[in-house]
Every structure is written in structure tokens, then in C-alpha cells.
């Protein structure tokens, strides 16, 4: 180990190396030369920060319904993972799943702000409890957190230094101290040689130091040797320094007679990095009332005392209070809607103007302001009136909950699994999520859609195919090629349906707050070994029963609604799934073998439509379609006999559009066919159910461990068992406890009626 002495020095070396790369104390002159090397980086007003933050991380396509859509990085919160000097999200409890189309309304709010030059909304983001309104803001100020630590991400203030010269004169206003630098700025001397520094608290970009005009000049200068096109931001544009900056800036100028360098040469400018435990530019305010901003006279403080007469005579002013803390960042008002109108009035004419009226001056306003509340909360307001007064300020953004099962299992896989200490069985948090975006599903109107067709289509879908439909943008087994068409080219007309409702799809049903207990309770069930979906399924059910929120008593709608109905729909597409993986780790029939079976099918049906022979592959010959073949695949697919033709013209026909659709992509069946795929397994297993049946009682067996019942099994038989088992084990994540409760579930529900076939 080396000698504490030497690592100390040695991280002293590494901080003061760190210290000097990032530029931490500059002159207004240094600060200036920054300016023009990059000056976008440097002119930035709060939106275009937190524009440029989430542009910093970047963007990648996630499939969402069948389709690509756009997701921003920084809300996968990877920097906090990978940075060893954060561990507050070390598991990644707490980064956004789903949500893409919130995070480009979000950006595109943004983007209006640069252009129009200023932050004149107050975003507030509404949705039910529970809908990750907290997490989205939350991952945004982590963001702005680790962004800032980025040379990309730079800020800077400025503090008014007074040195003080060996003949007890504050320099510049009588010191005759030859010691001092002459016309040399005081930025970089030692603290033991400055009095008094004050530090502005709003963090006021340097450059409003300049004279407005000169500023606006050379900005625009820079901006075009640049190519860069967007306007300035006003607060540079035309805004100004705070009213305390101001003072010492006006009596600092009238002592030296208008010389503005000999002002400059009392600035320091010091980076600063946004911080939410020290309340730097990333603030969130409670419900409770609070006063956001106010004023505090320091002139009077003695240790003030050093100051030039010109400066001490004055009445200063410092200001204090949330909107101070989060000037250059971002604001959160959490539950805005909870707090007393009167307590945030005054931001109805703060965000028109880009000020907030203290008794004795103006606040200049720079942070993106975001605010969250429930619907019951904003119900209410709408109903206020004065809320139409508010209206023209604020900037609503829906934030219901997902209606992506996939995306809501996520959820509990990242949150939930890491704290449970038992094995937790495969499928356990897909029954949580399924179940929940079940219960958040609206059903369709035929009469909002234009095309009737769609809307008979849509109209048409129960609530477990509807969540297929948004998981994947898979088409239920009983349409048509043309049908599953026609859905497929309007499922963005069917997520967009209720848009306009009131009671919007994912405004009810399960919180994800409520299933994350249930998913804990279910992890402690006396009755299982592990987190089991039968035990989750179990926890469900009692759920329903207690009767105690208010989307439990929705009336039933064609299948919508039925909640208690739900948990047995999820336990039977659990049962499914278990059965396609407990089939293929017996090994019987290959999964590709389907595919393979299909395949041919199709390329026969192709040289039968055209009227072409086929190359034998073992003979060499050419030959005519195989009639045989093709009837035997047609029997299991149910054609009906005297409608051969047709149904092979229509899987042309189908084949042919989706390549149409798609030039670039290679014909996957198993998404165009999944129903005929699905029939050609079942008529495959049909034959081997009693075989099954018997592989999953001596699994069963061997999972007992019991050696007379195993001895009476015989080896081969035991053989083919543990076969099963490894497969369970090593390809699906199974354990000995939950394939038991898998095992036993397939032979009560799926092959206990086929034991008696010969």
C-alpha cells in the first residue's frame, strides 16, 4: 500500500489539474476569449441549456406498436451508472421507461422557447398519480447535473473583487499600493489580498457587464462569423444586471470616471455546476406555500465594512429564495395545483415579462419552469374562474400511464427485482404488467375513426389484443391478410383515438405505485418458494376484491373494464407461454422446424400460382407443385377444401404487399402469418400432448428427489427429464421452485383432460 503522504499528493496533483482544465476562475477579459472561440456555449439562456443538455446524450430508435420512434438517451440515466461518484442510481431505480412521446413534446416545447427567444410558458405536466411526472423532471435535473460538469456544458458567474493595498486603501478609490498589477484585472489574486468579494446570487451571465448595445453588436458579430442563425436570447438581447450588480457596476463607474476596463478589472469569473442537494440551478418546491423570492439588505453587514465609501453608502441588496436558487436551471413546482391560487398569481405576469416585482427591484426570471399535478387537481383548476387568465401561460403536457406492457414490465424488472432476495420465477413481473395496462385500456368508438373500415377493425379488438397491438403491433390471429393490413397501417389512429377524451387511455387503472407493492407482498407469499406469477396472480386477485380505488368499480364494456375477469385472461396467456417453453426444452419438435414446414409451403404455393416447375433438390429434376404436400399443410391450417385456390391466391396476395411495403426488409412469416404459424404448431402437438404430459410428471418427479420414486422412472425416462430441466434452467431462467410451479401449472390446466389418450 503506498504511503497515505504520497496518495494525498498525488490527489492533490489530480485535483489541481482538474481545477485548471476546466477553467474555474477567468478574468473578464479570458472569459471574453471563450466568448468568441464558441459563442453559442457561452450566450445560453436557461432553455437552451436544457435543449443542448438532452442534445448532449443523444437519441436512439426504440420499437414501439410495431413502429420506430425516437427516444432521448439522457433519460436512460446510463451517465449515472457508468460515473463511480454517483451512487445514488447505481441499479437504475429511477431512470424513465417508455414515455417517448412526453420527451418529444418536452423537446419540442423547448425548441419554441429558443426560437421565441425566452422561457414564456410554464410547462406543467399532468397525468395520474403514478405516471412518472416526478421521474421525467427528476432524470432531467440529473442530467443538468452531470452536463454541467461537462466542458460542453460550462457555466459561468461573476463576483466584484476589492483588494486592498499595503497602504490600507481599497484599491481604486485612493490606494497608492505600486504592488498591484496597474490596468490589470484583480481576478486572479490570492484571497489574503481581497477584502471584500461579492458574488452575484443570481448567477448572471458575465456579458450583461456590457453596455446593451455594444453587447447586442458584438454578439451578433459573432454569431454570424459563426453561422450561427438563431436570434439572441433576450435576456442578453435586452435584458439587464440585477438591481445590486447594477449599483456597484454604476458607483464603480462613476469612481473611475467611465472607465469600463478599470471596472472589468473587479470581476472574477467563476464556473459553477448545477447541484440539487446545494439548491444550484436545479430546484424543486413543494406544495406547501412558500415564498419563492425575496430580498435581504446586506450594505449593513459589518464584515462589509471595507467597501469604498461610494459602495458602503449605498442600500444593497441581495436576493434570496427558491427562484434565485434555480436561476440559470430549471424550476419544479411539485403539485403546483395543490398550492393556494394566490401563493403563485404572481407567475401569470412573471413568465410574460421575464421578471418577478420585489419591493425593491425587479427579479430577472431565467429557468425553465416545470410543474406537475394530478388530473383531480387540474379538473378543479379548469373549473376556477380565473382560469382562463392562466391558460395563455401554461403549457400542459399529458403524462398518462403506459400502455405498453412490455415497457411497464420494465419498469418492474429495474425497481422491483433488485430488491427481492428470492429466486423470482420467469413471467412474474410480465402477469403484473399485463394485468395493469389491461385495466388502464379504453374501448374503441367505430364512429371516431374516418375510414370505416378501420373503425369497425378497431371497434372490433378485445382488450387483450389491444395490448398486443400497442406492445408489438401484433395483429390478432383471426383477421384477414387484408384486415391485419388495414390495423397495421392505422395503429397510430387507435393510439391517438382517445386523445381528445376526458377520461383519456392510460388517465385510470392500476398505478405502477400499487403493483410495485403487490409485486413485494407476492415475493413473501408463505405458499411459494420464489416470487411466483401464481403468487402475484393470487395478490391480484385479492386486490380486485377489496374494492378500495375507484377504477375497480368501472362497469364492464365489452370486455373492457372487467378487471377481476383480467387476472384470469393474464393466467391463461401465462399458461401459453409456459407451454411453447416447456415444449421446446422437451426437445420433441424444433421451433424452426415450423418455420421451415411454412416456409416451403409458401415457395410451393409461389411456383403453383405461376405455373412453374421446382428443382428437385435430391433428383435434380423439375417438378410440378406437390398437390399432396400442399393439401396436408393446408388441413392443418383449416383451409377450407373447396376454397384451396382462394386461400393460396390470398397468401400470395399478402406476401406480395408486405414486400411491396417493405423493399428493403426480408419477408418475415411468423409476423405476416403468426395465425397459420400458430396452427401448424398446434396440429404438430396435438400428437404429442399424452408424450408431454408424461416428460412433465417425471420432471415433477425429479424435482421431488426422491430416489425410489426416480430409481422406479428408469433411466431413460429420467434422462429425458433432467434433458427438460437443464433446458428450463439454462434457456428460460427457471430454477428448481418455479419450474415446479410451472410443470404442475401446464398439467392441471393444459394435458390433465389428455392423460387417458392411448
Known amino acids: 500500500m503506498n504511503d497515505p503522504r504520497t496518495r494525498l499528493t498525488e490527489i492533490g496533483a489530480v485535483v489541481r489539474d482538474r481545477f485548471?482544465?476546466?477553467?474555474?476562475?477567468?478574468?473578464?477579459?479570458?472569459?471574453?476569449?471563450?466568448?468568441?472561440?464558441?459563442?453559442?456555449?457561452?450566450?445560453?439562456?436557461?432553455?437552451?441549456?436544457?435543449?443542448?443538455?438532452?442534445?448532449?446524450?443523444?437519441?436512439?430508435?426504440?420499437?414501439?406498436?410495431?413502429?420506430?420512434?425516437?427516444?432521448?438517451?439522457?433519460?436512460?440515466?446510463?451517465?449515472?451508472?457508468?460515473?463511480?461518484?454517483?451512487?445514488?442510481?447505481?441499479?437504475?431505480?429511477?431512470?424513465?421507461?417508455?414515455?417517448?412521446?412526453?420527451?418529444?413534446?418536452?423537446?419540442?416545447?423547448?425548441?419554441?422557447?429558443?426560437?421565441?427567444?425566452?422561457?414564456?410558458?410554464?410547462v406543467l405536466l399532468h397525468g395520474p398519480n403514478g405516471s412518472a411526472k416526478s421521474t421525467f423532471v427528476g432524470c432531467l435535473?440529473?442530467?443538468?447535473?452531470?452536463?454541467?460538469?461537462?466542458?460542453?456544458?460550462?457555466?459561468?458567474?461573476?463576483?466584484?473583487?476589492?483588494?486592498?493595498?499595503?497602504?490600507?486603501?481599497?484599491?481604486?478609490?485612493?490606494?497608492?499600493?505600486?504592488?498591484?498589477?496597474?490596468?490589470?484585472?484583480?481576478?486572479?489574486?490570492?484571497?489574503?489580498?481581497?477584502?471584500?468579494?461579492?458574488?452575484?446570487?443570481?448567477?448572471?451571465?458575465?456579458?450583461?457587464?456590457?453596455?446593451?448595445?455594444?453587447?447586442?453588436?458584438?454578439?451578433?458579430?459573432?454569431?454570424?462569423?459563426?453561422?450561427?442563425?438563431?436570434?439572441?436570447?433576450?435576456?442578453?438581447?435586452?435584458?439587464?444586471?440585477?438591481?445590486?450588480?447594477?449599483?456597484?457596476?454604476?458607483?464603480?463607474l462613476t469612481a473611475y470616471r467611465g472607465d469600463l476596463a478599470k471596472v472589468l478589472n473587479h470581476v472574477r469569473v467563476e464556473r459553477f455546476y448545477h447541484s440539487r442537494r446545494y439548491r444550484v440551478g436545479v430546484v424543486t418546491i413543494g406544495p406547501e406555500m412558500a415564498v419563492d423570492a425575496q430580498e435581504r439588505q446586506i450594505s449593513v453587514d459589518r464584515s462589509l465594512g471595507a467597501l469604498p465609501a461610494s459602495l458602503s453608502a449605498l442600500s444593497l441588496y441581495e436576493t434570496v429564495g427558491e427562484l434565485v436558487d434555480a436561476s440559470g436551471g430549471m424550476l419544479e413546482y411539485s403539485d403546483l395545483l395543490k398550492r393556494?391560487?394566490?401563493?403563485?398569481?404572481?407567475?401569470?405576469?412573471?413568465?410574460?415579462?421575464?421578471?418577478?416585482?420585489?419591493?425593491?427591484?425587479?427579479?430577472?426570471?431565467?429557468s425553465v419552469l416545470v410543474a406537475t399535478s394530478n388530473e383531480l387537481h387540474l379538473k378543479a383548476f379548469r373549473e376556477h374562474h380565473e382560469y382562463r387568465s392562466f391558460r395563455g401561460r401554461l403549457q400542459p403536457v399529458r403524462v398518462p400511464y403506459l400502455v405498453d406492457f412490455r415497457r411497464e414490465q420494465g419498469i418492474y424488472d429495474a425497481q422491483i427485482i433488485p430488491q427481492v432476495r428470492v429466486h423470482v420465477a420467469p413471467h412474474s413481473t410480465y402477469v403484473a404488467a399485463l394485468w395493469a395496462v389491461l385495466t388502464r385500456l379504453r374501448r374503441p368508438q367505430r364512429e371516431h375513426y374516418e375510414r370505416d373500415a378501420l373503425g369497425e377493425l378497431a371497434a372490433s379488438l378485445t382488450p387483450m389484443e389491444k395490448?398486443?397491438?400497442?406492445?408489438?403491433?401484433?395483429?390478432?390471429?383471426?383477421?384477414?391478410?387484408?384486415?391485419?393490413?388495414?390495423?397495421?397501417?392505422?395503429?397510430?389512429?387507435?393510439?391517438?383515438?382517445?386523445?381528445?377524451?376526458?377520461?383519456?387511455?392510460?388517465?385510470?387503472?392500476?398505478?405502477?405505485?400499487?403493483?410495485?407493492?403487490?409485486?413485494?407482498?407476492?415475493?413473501?407469499?408463505?405458499?411459494?418458494?420464489?416470487?411466483?406469477?401464481?403468487?402475484?396472480?393470487?395478490h391480484i386477485a385479492q386486490f380486485c376484491e377489496s374494492g378500495d380505488f375507484d377504477f375497480l368499480k368501472e362497469k364492464v364494456e365489452d370486455g373492457y373494464h372487467d378487471h377481476r375477469g383480467f387476472v384470469e385472461r393474464v393466467r391463461e396467456r401465462w399458461v401459453d407461454l409456459l407451454d411453447e417453453e416447456f415444449r421446446t426444452s422437451t426437445g420433441l419438435v424444433e421451433e424452426t422446424q415450423y418455420h421451415e414446414l411454412f416456409d416451403r409451403y409458401v415457395m410451393q404455393v409461389s411456383y403453383w400460382t405461376k405455373g412453374e416447375r421446382i428443382e428437385?433438390?435430391?433428383?435434380?429434376?423439375?417438378?410440378?407443385?406437390?398437390?399432396?404436400?400442399?393439401?396436408?399443410?393446408?388441413?392443418?391450417?383449416?383451409?377450407?377444401?373447396?376454397?384451396?385456390?382462394?386461400?393460396?391466391?390470398?397468401?400470395?396476395?399478402?406476401?406480395?404487399?408486405?414486400?411491396?411495403?417493405?423493399?428493403?426488409?426480408?419477408?418475415?412469416?411468423?409476423?405476416?402469418?403468426?395465425?397459420?404459424?400458430?396452427?401448424?404448431?398446434?396440429?404438430?402437438?396435438?400428437?404429442?400432448?399424452?408424450?408431454?404430459?408424461?416428460?412433465?410428471?417425471d420432471v415433477l418427479d425429479v424435482l421431488s428427489e426422491d430416489a425410489a420414486v426416480i430409481t422406479r422412472m428408469g433411466a431413460p425416462r429420467e434422462a429425458k427429464a433432467r434433458e427438460t430441466l437443464a433446458a428450463l434452467f439454462d434457456r428460460y431462467g427457471y430454477a428448481a421452485p418455479s419450474a415446479k410451479d410451472a410443470v404442475g401449472q401446464l398439467l392441471e390446466t393444459r394435458y390433465a383432460d389428455r392423460e387417458g389418450e392411448a
Open 20 to 122: 485548471e482544465s476546466q477553467k474555474r476562475v477567468l478574468s473578464f477579459d479570458e472569459y471574453l476569449a471563450l466568448v468568441g472561440q464558441q459563442p453559442w456555449r457561452y450566450t445560453r439562456d436557461a432553455a437552451r441549456y436544457l435543449r443542448d443538455c438532452l442534445d448532449h446524450f443523444g437519441t436512439y430508435d426504440v420499437m414501439s406498436a410495431g413502429r420506430s420512434v425516437r427516444r432521448w438517451r439522457l433519460f436512460d440515466l446510463e451517465f449515472t451508472r457508468a460515473d463511480a461518484d454517483r451512487v445514488e442510481n447505481r441499479n437504475g431505480h429511477d431512470f424513465l421507461v417508455g414515455q417517448e412521446r412526453l420527451q418529444a413534446d418536452f423537446y419540442r416545447i423547448l425548441g419554441n422557447f429558443v426560437r421565441e427567444g425566452q422561457v414564456n410558458r410554464l
Open 141 to 252: 435535473m440529473r442530467a443538468l447535473e452531470h452536463y454541467s460538469n461537462e466542458d460542453a456544458g460550462a457555466l459561468y458567474r461573476f463576483s466584484w473583487i476589492f483588494p486592498r493595498g499595503k497602504d490600507g486603501k481599497t484599491v481604486g478609490f485612493g490606494s497608492r499600493d505600486d504592488s498591484l498589477p496597474v490596468g490589470e484585472s484583480y481576478a486572479h489574486l490570492p484571497d489574503e489580498r481581497i477584502d471584500v468579494k461579492l458574488t452575484s446570487e443570481l448567477r448572471e451571465n458575465p456579458l450583461l457587464l456590457l453596455p446593451v448595445f455594444e453587447r447586442v453588436r458584438l454578439l451578433r458579430e459573432l454569431y454570424a462569423s459563426s453561422d450561427i442563425e438563431s436570434p439572441l436570447p433576450r435576456s442578453l438581447s435586452r435584458g439587464d444586471l440585477g438591481f445590486k450588480n447594477k449599483q456597484i457596476f454604476e458607483a464603480l
Open 340 to 366: 393556494p391560487l394566490d401563493a403563485w398569481r404572481y407567475l401569470l405576469l412573471s413568465i410574460e415579462t421575464g421578471e418577478v416585482s420585489l419591493t425593491h427591484s425587479q427579479l430577472p426570471l431565467n
Open 467 to 538: 395490448a398486443h397491438l400497442y406492445a408489438d403491433g401484433t395483429m390478432p390471429e383471426r383477421l384477414t391478410p387484408e384486415e391485419a393490413k388495414e390495423l397495421r397501417a392505422g395503429i397510430e389512429e387507435v393510439r391517438a383515438e382517445t386523445d381528445t377524451w376526458p377520461n383519456y387511455e392510460g388517465l385510470s387503472g392500476a398505478s405502477p405505485r400499487e403493483i410495485r407493492t403487490l409485486l413485494l407482498d407476492a415475493a413473501q407469499h408463505p405458499g411459494y418458494a420464489c416470487l411466483s406469477p401464481l403468487a402475484v396472480l393470487d
Open 616 to 697: 428437385n433438390r435430391v433428383t435434380g429434376k423439375f417438378e410440378e407443385a406437390d398437390p399432396k404436400f400442399l393439401e396436408s399443410v393446408e388441413d392443418m391450417l383449416d383451409a377450407a377444401r373447396d376454397g384451396r385456390e382462394t386461400f393460396r391466391q390470398n397468401l400470395i396476395s399478402a406476401v406480395a404487399g408486405h414486400a411491396i411495403d417493405n423493399p428493403d426488409t426480408k419477408v418475415d412469416y411468423a409476423k405476416i402469418f403468426p395465425r397459420h404459424l400458430a396452427k401448424l404448431r398446434e396440429a404438430s402437438y396435438q400428437k404429442l400432448r399424452r408424450e408431454l404430459a408424461n416428460i412433465g410428471r
